[in-house]
């Protein structure tokens, strides 16, 4: 079987744009609203001779507030089971969010490998977000453009040896 590789992280940080990204295909749904995708979706990911199954999470993004870290532990844990590696995909350009920091607290409490992802990082506009992400405690964030391709090959390079 392929390894499994999960991507997680708060709404609209582009989870799903880097999902089709890595897939070559658009298979998941991108939006400016939060909460677009409603399924999790898995799509094969074949890039320089590494294969792996990418799985774009999103069944927490739920429009109340209240409920939303309950909701978005309980999907993640599920989501988690059978993992091999978790990308978490911060917003480098919107800086952390204390939902980024319990995300990333709780992640660390996991045994799953964890790459920190930290997206947007397109232009200088992300600097700050991709140096604050080091708080995470996560190690060395890897700066990627989704949108724009960029940071692909890094972003390999760190899951190689974990996958
Ligand atoms: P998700 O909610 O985490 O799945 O986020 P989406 O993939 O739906 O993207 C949310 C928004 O961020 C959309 O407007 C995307 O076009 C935008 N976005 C995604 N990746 C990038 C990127 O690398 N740079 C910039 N500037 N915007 C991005
Ligand atoms: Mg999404």
């Known amino acids: 079987m392929k390894p499994q590789v999960i991507i997680i992280g708060r709404p609209n940080v582009g989870k799903s744009t880097l999902f089709n990204r890595l897939v070559g295909k658009k298979l998941a749904l991108v939006d400016d609203q939060p909460g677009v995708t409603r399924d999790r979706r898995m799509g ?3 890039i320089a001779g ?4 990418i799985v774009d999470t999103a069944g927490w993004e739920d429009d109340d507030p209240e409920t939303l870290p ?10 988690l ?6 990308l978490f995909v911060i917003d480098a350009r919107a800086g952390l969010t204390p939902l980024d920091e319990e995300i990333g607290r709780w992640l660390r409490g996991q045994s799953v490998p964890v790459v920190l992802v930290a997206n947007k990082a397109e232009g200088r506009a992300g600097e700050g977000g991709v140096l604050e992400s080091y708080s995470l405690g996560l190690g060395e964030p890897i700066a990627i453009s989704a949108e724009h391709g960029e940071g692909v090959a890094d972003l390999f390079g760190a899951l190689w040896p974990i996958i």
């Open 44 to 46: 094969d990911a074949d």
């Open 50 to 53: 590494m294969a792996f199954t």
């Open 81 to 86: 089971e059978g993992a091999d590696a978790a």
């Open 70 to 79: 309950g909701r978005m532990r309980k999907q993640t844990e599920v989501s």
